[in-house]
């Protein structure tokens, strides 16, 4: 089979031939019909994460693919490829097969194999985001909601925006000016560091919910937008990985500031993902997926690291 391969830590994987998995007793062989290419397989190919495959590796941490043996799936069933270390301790999604030991749930038929493999984390994410830890409609003292969602064209970003206009709130986002065409609809944009523009639109009503998926010090001025007794909820630090507060100015806003870490929720986002999954099949949400043939691997890697994708990106193993 064709695989990717990264021989070198640091360096652009290349495409080879290599033998078919050998599956052993437990687990399940799979097709793989696309695989994502992730932050994650970024920071495990730099050599710098503390796990390390042995090299050479197959990258990739996620995926989708037709099942072809299992005691768990009846083959010929779509599911989902993440987890039981692939990737990190073993080789990954990047081949035309895989074997694992942890196949998770069957996928709905009518999503497609690139929104199957690329779907969990954004999904998952958003949601617990929104309502495990925003407590969205739930949070004491909040009657109507007004969610501001920064980075609201990001993959994160949108599904929280998405999310949230469903469930009948006002919501604004913030992006790039490259990016407003990518917003949800029934979403206001707001240029990144357009504060003028973000202070009248919440002139009248002002936000009672942040969810930040930039990050970096710009975070302590957005949840001035959020009115006191509100929370900011912070995603990611795409834009930076420090954040500085005044003290007591944050005191005199009396906004929580709430962190989402997605290792601790991962029961949850099993739990939700079923649902996520529906409503992407059904239409009732969207995520945007740029797809890459095998060989431009090197460029969809260089797109993510430089901020240049719309959306995920999966590679097509039989491209």
């Given at each position: 089979m ?9 360096a ?30 970024l ?5 710098t ?11 990739g941490?996620e995926?989708?693919?037709i ?6 799936h009846?083959?010929g069933?779509?599911?989902v490829?993440?987890g039981?270390g ?6 990954g999604?990047w081949a ?8 998770a ?21 958003a ?17 109507d909601?007004v969610v501001?969602?920064a980075?609201?064209?990001?993959a994160?970003?949108?599904?929280v925006?998405?999310?949230?206009v ?5 919501v604004?986002g913030?992006?790039?000016p490259t ?25 009248e ?18 949840a001035?937008?959020v009115?006191?007794?509100g929370r ?7 834009a ?6 005044d003290?007591?100015s944050?005191?005199?806003?009396d906004?929580a500031?709430l ?23 059904k ?10 043939a095998?060989?431009?691997?090197p ?11 719309r ?9």
């Amino acid at each position: 089979m064709r695989a990717i391969r990264f021989h070198e830590w640091g360096a652009d994987p290349v495409v080879e031939e290599v033998p078919a998995p050998l599956v052993k007793e437990g687990e399940t062989l799979v097709r793989v019909e696309a695989a994502a290419v992730s932050h994650l397989d970024l920071t495990v190919a730099s050599g710098t994460f503390d796990f390390k495959p042995q090299l050479p590796y197959v990258g990739g941490v996620e995926g989708c693919g037709i099942v072809v043996s299992s005691d768990v799936h009846e083959p010929g069933t779509r599911v989902v490829l993440r987890g039981g270390g692939l990737g990190l301790l073993r080789d990954g999604t990047w081949a035309g097969f895989v074997a694992t030991r942890k196949a998770a749930s069957p996928l709905p038929a009518e999503l497609s194999p690139e929104v199957g493999a690329t779907y969990f984390v954004p999904t998952t994410t958003a949601y617990v985001a929104l309502h495990d830890i925003g407590r969205l409609g739930a949070w004491p003292g909040v009657e109507d909601e007004v969610v501001v969602v920064a980075g609201a064209a990001g993959a994160v970003g949108s599904v929280v925006a998405q999310l949230a206009v469903r469930a009948g709130c006002v919501v604004v986002g913030v992006v790039d000016p490259t990016q407003v065409d990518l917003l949800p609809a029934g979403v206001e944009p707001v240029l990144i560091g357009d504060d003028e523009r973000a202070a009248e639109l919440l002139k009248e009503r002002p936000a009672t919910l942040l969810v930040d998926t930039l990050g970096g010090q710009a975070v302590a001025q957005r949840a001035r937008w959020v009115r006191p007794g509100g929370r900011a909820v912070v995603v990611g630090y795409v834009a930076g990985k420090e954040l500085g507060l005044d003290v007591p100015s944050w005191l005199l806003d009396d906004v929580a500031l709430l962190p989402v870490n997605m290792i601790r929720r991962e029961a949850a986002a099993r739990e939700y993902a079923p649902l996520l999954a529906e409503l992407l099949a059904k239409g009732e949400l969207t995520l945007e997926v740029q797809s890459f043939a095998m060989d431009d691997a090197p460029k969809a890697l260089h797109l993510l690291a430089t901020g240049g994708l719309r959306g995920r990106a999966v590679i097509l193993p039989g491209s």
